[in-house]
């Protein structure tokens, strides 16, 4: 009850200033390539919804496929660099600087490469999403094993068990945490990589959109890209908390 | 009766943390090692565990002489209860006791793992507990649980590294007789590491004063001691342990 009515308020607001705006454009003649009706961009979203589907399809399969091979990209570092002080010491510093590059100036390389397919967009999310995902797993399995191995060590735990019952449960949050910002950034990304090239996708309507100075199309466009992003990361809270169910002791 | 000696015990061949320990250990009872902060107490609880090596000594238990040069018997002699009770906040109370039972046990027990754990937490009367978080229950019901861990290792001896130095007055009070009352029950050997004076004055059977680094038995007080002469024996102590701050 309390949480529909914490949102009743935001929601009725942002109605509202819709509600004026379309009067104040209906009213003033503010041509509809620059600013478009509000309804108008609700009536694309009626009339035009296959075509916006078929290109979400192409994003999210894009986003999807990525992100899922970022995680388990993310984990195989993590583990290794857990497992071995070498490879921790080599990679650590990278992954740091690797937080500074914008993978976003890759993509026309990543086109003279892999084409105009999905295969650039993918390796893009790969990109912007395994290396923060794996440098918050390796720190906070470390961070485990500096706070439990005096555990481990007493109750003779094989390593395996440890890493299985007591490491990776430890390090659960943060990989969340990591998950949720990367997942509706990345998304945005898959997006604007299209832009610069792609056969299908939300990027390429956008691009259509803006070719025949379609604002309210392009308006549309961006809307599914917005709803995409903020569902996106609500769902990965929702997974977190229905996985991270437990509360660390206040002792 | 467990006798353990350390000669010496150094980092890396540096100078020696630990020199001279000579204790015993008595069945279903408490010896004491009493010392100021930071003298080496836990790192000499960590040598008996076998996280350190390098200490040069032995251990004596039924006529069977373990030598710290090849320490592989560490599992059958001796297990851990720390400062906190370090429970995993993902686990249930069982399951957190599951994780300290190995294959080895169950199938020489014949007994399922939760058989083992539950039996566990009987003897620490947490069992009506069991499927509780650890954030759902008390500190002082933690540390039992943590107790219970080290029952289901079923070592001969239990070492206990300050086990009620974060809990409040009350609370340390009731468990420290509870303890006295299950090292008697289940016939272990116990090591007791503290600070506090009174403590191993009410629980052990034999108070071994450790002077500052190196750490190294400076007095031993034996049962017939600590029933005789009570009064003095806390200043007496508190005045070594006094002497090494200075």
């Known amino acids: 009850?309390?949480?529909?009515?914490?949102?009743?308020?935001?929601?009725?607001?942002?109605?509202?200033?819709?509600?004026?705006?379309?009067?104040?454009?209906?009213?003033?003649?503010?041509?509809?390539?620059?600013?478009?009706?509000?309804?108008?961009?609700i009536d694309v979203l009626l009339s035009d919804w296959e075509t916006i589907l078929q290109n979400s399809y192409t994003t999210l399969t894009e986003w999807l496929i990525g992100i899922i091979l970022a995680i388990l990209l993310g984990l195989f570092l993590s583990i290794c660099s857990f497992n071995s002080k070498l490879f921790h010491s080599i990679i650590s510093p990278l992954l740091i600087i690797s937080q500074s590059i914008p993978y976003l100036v890759f993509t026309p390389i990543l086109m003279i490469w892999f084409g105009l397919g999905i295969a650039p967009k993918v390796i893009l999310v790969v990109l912007t999403c395994s290396f923060p995902i794996s440098l918050v797993l390796q720190n906070d399995l470390l961070e485990a094993k500096k706070e439990y191995h005096l555990v481990v060590e007493m109750l003779y735990i094989k390593p395996v068990n440890a890493f299985i019952h007591i490491y990776l449960p430890y390090a659960l949050p943060g990989f969340f945490n990591a998950l949720k910002i990367s997942v509706s950034y990345s998304f945005g990304s898959a997006a604007l990589a299209e832009l610069m090239g792609s056969e299908s996708g939300l990027g390429v309507y956008l691009l259509r959109s803006q070719a025949t100075y379609r604002t309210d199309k392009m308006i549309a466009a961006v809307l599914i890209i917005v709803i995409i992003s903020i569902t996106s990361t609500s769902l990965v809270s929702l997974i977190r908390k229905k996985v991270v169910f437990w509360k660390t002791a206040k002792h | 009766m467990i006798k353990i000696n350390i000669n010496k015990y150094s980092y890396e061949n540096k100078i020696p943390v630990i020199k001279n320990i000579n204790i015993s250990l008595k069945e279903g009872q408490i010896t004491t090692l009493i010392g100021a902060s930071g003298c080496g107490k836990s790192t000499l609880l960590r040598v008996l565990m076998g996280m350190e090596t390098g200490a040069h000594g032995n251990i004596f238990y039924n006529q069977n002489e373990f030598n710290f040069n090849h320490w592989n018997s560490k599992q059958t002699l001796f297990s851990m209860v720390p400062q906190t009770p370090l429970l995993f906040p993902w686990k249930n109370i069982i399951e957190n006791i599951k994780l300290a039972i190995s294959k080895k046990k169950e199938i020489q027990e014949n007994k399922t793992k939760n058989e083992i754990a539950l039996n566990a937490l009987k003897i620490v009367q947490m069992d009506e507990h069991a499927l509780k978080f650890p954030d759902e229950i008390s500190l002082g019901m933690a540390q039992r649980v943590a107790f219970a861990r080290a029952l289901v290792l079923d070592t001969k001896a239990i070492l206990l590294d300050e086990p009620f130095a974060s809990l409040d007055a009350h609370t340390r009070r009731i468990l420290q007789e509870w303890l006295l009352l299950k090292i008697k029950e289940t016939s272990k050997y116990a090591i007791l590491v503290t600070h506090d004076v009174r403590e191993a004055l009410l629980l052990s059977k034999e108070i071994n004063v450790l002077s500052g680094v190196p750490a190294e038995v400076y007095k031993t007080y034996t049962s017939d001691d600590i029933l005789h002469e009570n009064k003095n024996l806390e200043e007496d102590i508190l005045s070594i342990l006094g002497r090494n701050i200075n």
Do not use: A
């Open chain 1, 1 to 41: 009850m309390f949480r529909i009515f914490k949102w009743f308020l935001p929601v009725f607001f942002g109605l509202l200033l819709l509600f004026i705006l379309e009067l104040i454009l209906q009213k003033t003649n503010v041509p509809n390539y620059i600013i478009p009706l509000p309804s108008q961009v």
